[in-house]
């Protein structure tokens, strides 16, 4: 995916490295999929921080990449994470709540450009993409929405316990 892959700034964090790596070796090499990885955008003032935006026949989408090892327990609101070898749980808003409203900013800037006067924009669909391979996924289906994970091997297998 080198020629329609564009890694705007270097990740200075290597889980982050090692996600975006997976992405660029999954996405197909060929039109009419683009990705562009760690760039900013700013909007009324405020910094938006975007981890990969992928354009592809299936729409364009705003990926955030959370890569977190141990226990994911949540719903659509509330996600409680209990790392490995602790037994106390964390609680964070779910994700996805952020990067939603963060396609919509980055949709608002695109809306203002010349280059967009007079044209339909596109849906930008916000996903989670939880990429830690020591992750055991316990969310609850309101909680998956909009979430992926490592998904399978070639031979079918599990990367990731809890079926992302």
């Known amino acids: ?8 700034t270097p990740s200075e964090f290597s889980w982050e490295r090692d996600a975006l790596a997976f992405l660029k070796q999954r996405l197909p090499d060929h039109e009419p999929y683009r990705a562009w990885a760690n760039f900013e955008f700013l909007l009324d003032g405020s910094i938006g921080e975007v981890d990969v935006l992928v ?3 299936k729409g364009v989408f705003l990926i955030e990449i959370k890569s977190w090892p141990g226990e994911l327990r949540g719903d659509a609101g509330t996600w409680r994470r209990t790392p490995p070898g602790h037994t106390r749980e964390r609680s964070d808003d ?11 900013r980055l949709k608002s800037l695109l809306a203002r450009q010349p280059a967009f006067r007079g044209q339909q924009l596109p849906y930008i669909a916000a996903l989670v993409f939880l990429s830690h391979p020591e992750l055991d996924c316990r969310l609850d289906p309101s909680g998956r ?9 070639d031979d079918g297998t599990q990367l990731q316990k809890g079926g992302l």
């Open 94 to 104: 779910n994700p996805l709540l952020l990067t939603n409203r963060k396609a919509k």
């Open 55 to 57: 354009v592809s026949p």
């Open 145 to 153: 929405e909009g979430i992926t994970g490592l998904g399978r091997n």
């Open 1 to 8: 995916m080198d020629r329609a892959w564009i890694q705007v």
